[in-house]
């Protein structure tokens, strides 16, 4: 069974930084697409970087040049590493793992960005 265990949420001042992690139980890590997807009170769930198993990276317009994804495959662990955090990034950040066959998703973690 797979399982996704978030971490490293917290409540940061605007401009600061968090380093949320996600592992993943079981052997299957090195074949999945990650990514996290964050969703703010009242609305959608929405992308914020997802990770290919081959290390191609996406991001979305907002986070561009703030947010950086990565992973370790030895550790079966996925990273967002956020700065210069703003109000609007406040959200639960989800960790999603993929393949051809499955979706997986953690339970969350909550980010506030608050002065």
């Known amino acids: 069974q797979v399982q996704l265990v978030e971490s490293g949420g917290g409540l940061v001042q605007p401009g600061g930084s968090l380093r949320l992690s996600c592992a993943v139980s079981g052997s299957i890590f090195r074949i999945l697409s990650m990514g996290w997807y964050r969703q703010a009170p009242g609305k959608q769930r929405e992308l914020v970087a997802t990770i290919t198993s081959g290390g191609a990276i996406n991001y979305a317009d907002s986070v561009k040049g703030r947010f950086t994804i990565s992973r370790d495959n030895a550790k079966n662990t996925v990273y967002l590493q956020m700065n210069s955090l703003k109000p609007d990034d406040t959200a639960v950040y989800y960790c999603?793992?993929?393949?051809?066959?499955?979706?997986?998703w953690g339970r969350g973690t909550q980010v506030t960005v608050s002065s």
């Open positions: 999603n793992g993929s393949s051809v066959y499955n979706t997986y």
